[in-house]
Structures are given as structure tokens and as C-alpha cells.
């Protein structure tokens, strides 16, 4: 359609004249040389443009000319709304123009008040947020580590409808953090119905990326097949020497789920390294369970504290 445009002899006027760089548009199709014209906030010619008036003519020789990335994987659900940092500068001048947060079960609950607070501090991206389903457990039922009563239940599905039609995008999962683990497969999946019938999609950090990594692929892809919703595999690992080439039975898994019909996409890091909280990977989640107090008093208790102190020291070598 653009390029249709740029081929009608009528010379484009533009507010913006991106000159001369190399586009890349998207699609997938090798970068070409051209301009990029811009009227309003809409692009009006891409390619080789017959010009009529031009405001601003920024030269981008030698320069990519592509439409804004997008940050799949973002944790600044806070930075987003504090005026301080709220122009997104840094994302912008990487080339992101829309960031996801609630990523990893974690972030925003309520999505109205979220966004109203976006609006306020004059957001400098777009957003697109997922119900992050630890804090939504949280918010219900605190960190028992135990099932859902019905009532508990029902009003995690209803505050899961609100979120999706507040506009969130879906719902994401941290299965290895405090409270988001204790939840079964089951309730997941409970809980994604509502996403799906809401047209969400199921964003995971798997409940393990290390020797149980097949199983926590099976569970993400489980999920998504019986609450009928596309699963997003988040930065997409294994982590720890006993862990080495389960990788590629994994990549499997999601191939087999596609070549089924399923919708299975994961995302990955462009580097070997990754980062998370040191209470989520060294100490027992089961020690967390009631917070920080009830933890100390764990790790007072003789038996408690021993077997904290084992495990943990467990979980420091598995990191090598
Ligand atoms: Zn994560």
C-alpha cells in the first residue's frame, strides 16, 4: 500500500523526511535503500518518494530505518510510572517503542489504576501489560503455600476478567518465585480459561530450567492446550552444568506442540548469562511461605534451619 503510494507521480509533503538510510521494514525481506516520510503521526511514503513540501529533513545515511522494536521481556513496571523515568529515554534510543511488563508474575494487578497512572506520568512508550498471576495470588491469598478455597478462586478469575478487560494482554506466570509456585497446573489453568475467553495469551517463566526443564516445557504447553490460549516460553533457558543440552529436547517439545496446531513461541537472551533475586534461587520456597518473619523463625528452629541451610547450599552448586 506505502509503496503503491510512492509510486503515484503526486509529490508527498511531509512534517518529517527520514533521507537516505538503509529500510528495514519488518517484514523480513532484506534492508533496501530509501526515505521514509512522515505527515501527522502517520508514515505516508517508504522507499524512493517524490517529495513536494518537507519541514524537517533528518539525514540517515548509513543508518537502519525500522519500525520501533518491541521489549518482549521488561521489568520496569515501576520506572514506567514514575515521572522520573517515565520518558523511557533508555528504551527509546535502543529503538523500542513498545515495551511488555507484568512479566515473570510479577507487577500491577489492578490494570485500570495501572494505566491511569501510565496516562499521568506521560508514559514515552507504548505498553502493553500481562496480569502477572504471583502478584494476583498474592493479592488473594497473601504466600499460603496451599490450594485455593473456591471463594479464593472465583475471586482470582474475577479480578482475572477485570484485568483483561481493563487491557491487559494476558497473563504471565513466575513459577519458581513466592507465591506464584505454589500454585498448581491445575489452578493455571483454571485461571487461563479466563484469560483465554479474553483473548489473552499465557506468558511463562517456567517452574524449572534445569534438570526438570522438559517438564516444566510439558506444563507451560499442558496450559495452554487445555485453557486454549497461545503460551509464550520467557527468555527461554537451561541454567546449571546438570542442566547442559536439555536445551534442544525443549526446542523440540515446542516444535512438536507447533507442528500440532498449537501456538508455542518462546523468547531468548542474546547472552549466557542471566539474572534473578537471590531468595528465589537459593533458599527453599517452601521456607518462604508466610514471609520474612516466618522465615527467620524457620531458620531459628533446629530441624527447619538445617534443612534450609542444606538445601541452600544444594541450590549454590547447582548454579556453577
Ligand atoms: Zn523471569
Redesign the pocket.
Known sequence: MLSGASALAEPIDADVLLQGGTIVDGTGKPGYPGDVAIKGNKIVGVGKLELGKVALTVDCKGLVIAPGFIDL?NHSDRQVIDPQTSGLVNYLTQGCTTIVTG??GAGPVDVEEYHRKLAEAGVGANIAHLLPQGSLRSSVMGTALRDPSNEELEEMKRLTKKAMQDGAWGMST?LIYVPGTYAKTEELIEIAKVVSQNNGIYAS?IRNEGTNLLAAVDEALRIGKEAELPVHI??FKYSGRDAWGLVRRAVEQIETARAQGQVATADQYPYIASS?SLDATIIPTWALAGGRKALIERLDDPKQGARIRQTMTENLKKRN
Open positions: 521481556h512479566n515473570c513466575g517463566h520467557s527468555h534473578t
